[in-house]
């Protein structure tokens, strides 16, 4: 199934990699691969010569690689009429076999498998390598938050919980957030792709094609394609599937949150951050923070996109009518719409503008409100009982908004000590474990898990 094409109206752009690792080539050359390794199975358990599945096998290798052999136009064309493309593939990769290696090779093309199984198992091969994409551009995205988090760990700002000023934190902590989150859902999916089985079941499930070679069969096949072997044939039970998708939109998920904070520190009122200088085409005073644009359009398309497929979950009997079938070009848009929101994700971090100015004066607006709580935790740690503390901060507070002054400023008329009019005053004190866990996320990337698609 093809990529989707550019577009002069699509909000993000995908790169060359990912368009190619999705697109109709790669589906067509998957098939192919899932075809050759049929035939050396067969070889393996005895149901064919290896001189055949060296024929075959090389005859798909031309296939693959000279794209005037299938003609996907003419495959797309009469797939209507079986269902799928795996009909007419079959009839034209076949016809190549018999051309180039002879009859008896020819023969061999597709004996035993269902057209599911040739989809499935190539769904499996095109997820496992579009997603290692994904994964490298997940990965690019983190290393911009952990190199930002590092140069940015003694960057004091505000937090923000429920869209309103917390307390302190630093920058480099809440990239370091952003950071160990990518690391998560990239390794996420790996785990979950990686061990995709391949399919091989037969007509109904029973492999009742290959005779008592059945099991060993899907056993060889798997090993060839240098997937996992599935217990059973998993015609009907598409969990695994609905776990990959949802790696991908967790994935999604996570690029859009920290596209979603850096769109809120840009925004005009805050302005803790610049992603970008976009423009508009009424107000030429305005720089929009363009950056986030792509991020956050691709990551709701792969939320869409995966919702798809835990609703075409229930596949009547041993194999469905309709459902599969909506998965093959769902699923190469989710890997597109993921590795696209990735891709931008990593491009703004990485050129992300950061104002320590701005970030110091929003904090020194809060006038020491922020460390009301760093203050009641001081009087409870030095004597001072903590309904007497917190009823005393909170007098200093009401009175910050009444009188204009700040936290430091009432403590004092309220009679508090030097020590504690101090706490008040210093919000790089109260930023608890930040340092550590930026040097966590640092940890976190770089024990990050290798990608081994062998």
Known sequence: MPAEPASLIAAYAVGDALADAVGERAWLAAMVEVEAALCRAAARVGLASAAVATAVTDACAVAAADPSVLDPD???????????????????????????????????VHRGPTSQDVLDSAMVLVVRRAGAVVAAELARAAGAAVALAERERATVMLARTL????????????????AVALVGVRDELRRTVTTLPAQLGGAAGTLAAFGDAGPAMIDAFASELGLAAPVVPWHADRHRVVLAASALAAAAGTCEKVAADIGLL???????????????????????PVGVIPVRAAARRAAALAGAFPAAMAHEHQRALGLWQLEWQTMADLLAATGAAAAHLADLVAGLDVDRDRMAANLADQRGLVLAEAVTEHLARTGTPRSEARRLVEDA??????????????????????????????????????????????????EMTPWDLA
């Open 266 to 288: 840009a925004q005009g009122e805050v302005a803790e951050v610049r992603a970008g200088t976009g423009g508009s085409s009424a107000m030429p005073h305005k720089r929009n």
């Open 397 to 446: 507070a009401g009175a910050v908004a009444e009188r204009g002054t700040t936290l430091a400023d009432e403590l004092r008329r309220l009679g508090a000590d030097t020590a504690t009019v101090d706490v008040a005053r210093d919000p790089a004190a109260y930023v608890g474990a930040a340092d550590t866990f930026v040097d966590r996320a640092v940890t976190a990337h770089r």
């Open 74 to 108: 003419a495959i797309r064309a009469a797939s209507l009429d079986g269902g799928n493309p795996v009909i007419p593939f079959v009839a034209a990769l076949r016809a190549h076999v018999r051309a180039t290696a002879g009859a008896e090779a020819a023969d061999h």
């Open 163 to 178: 869209l309103q000023p917390a307390l302190p934190t630093t920058f480099g902590a809440v990239c370091a957030g952003w």
